[in-house]
């Protein structure tokens, strides 16, 4: 069974500063990898999705990568600013379909002005 | 303007009640999805439909049921049954579900339902 986890539960930057969020999963026949903002109290805005024949994605400032044979996704933000603050979602899904996505639990990321 | 509408926004349940959240959707996608969102937890799935008269149960389908009547609409409908209902529920929609192809899922702005 696949199992997603974000690690760390919650992340603090300055203004300005480019990061890291982090996604691990445990089934490296994860077919492609979906990475969601989701802001309090709101529905999910989806980011990026990166196939299964691709290794990275980029949209602005945002840039994800995905190397399965580690396990592992990484969301890149660039110039970080104070909207950037939010829970980053990241979700995996199998090669049945794309109706089984699994969730990590998310990072809440707050950018300090 | 394209999108997901899920009403209402906030729903109280009484014991013992049933009750219906709304999707919809005019993005005319085949395929649309029921989450369910605790806190502390990742999104689990409770339904999905893949094509009008047609759905699939998914990780957490017990207390809940679905219908598919139109390709634009999916309701959720939350019984007695569900012993532990009150959460923040979403759904979703993507262009389709046909094995080997993936689609990009989109998300409605959720409903939180609380059990008085």
């Known amino acids: 069974k696949q199992e997603v986890t974000q690690i760390p539960a919650a992340l603090s930057v300055p203004e300005g500063e480019n990061l890291v969020l982090n996604c691990s999963f445990t089934d490296s026949a994860i077919y492609n990898l979906q990475w969601f903002r989701q802001d309090p109290g709101k529905g999910l805005t989806s980011l990026l999705l990166i196939q299964s024949s691709q290794r990275e994605q980029t949209s602005g400032r945002l840039n994800a990568s995905l190397d399965k044979s580690s396990g592992r996704s990484t969301l890149y933000i660039a110039a970080s600013q104070p909207g950037d603050s939010a829970t980053y979602l990241c979700?995996?899904?199998?090669?049945?379909?794309?109706?089984?996505?699994?969730f990590g639990t998310g990072t809440r990321l707050t950018i300090i002005p | 303007d394209g999108g997901i509408t899920q009403s209402p926004k906030y729903l109280f349940r009484k014991e013992g009640q049933n009750v219906t959240l709304s999707c919809e959707q005019n993005?005319?996608?085949?395929?649309m999805y029921w989450y369910r969102q605790d806190p502390g937890q990742g999104l689990r799935l409770i339904y999905y439909?893949?094509?009008?008269?047609?759905?699939q149960k998914g990780d957490i389908a017990e207390g809940y049921s679905v219908s598919r009547e139109k390709k634009e609409s999916f309701p959720l409908t939350v019984t007695s049954a569900q012993k532990n209902p009150t959460a923040f529920y979403l759904c979703?929609?993507?262009?389709?579900?046909?094995?080997?192809?993936?689609?990009?899922?989109?998300f409605g702005p959720g409903t939180r339902l609380t059990v008085l």
């Open positions: 993005l005319n996608h085949d395929a």
């Open positions: 439909s893949q094509i009008v008269n047609d759905f």
């Open positions: 979700a995996g899904g199998s090669n049945f379909g794309n109706e089984k996505l699994t």
């Open positions: 979703a929609s993507s262009a389709s579900t046909l094995a080997g192809v993936y689609n990009e899922q989109f």
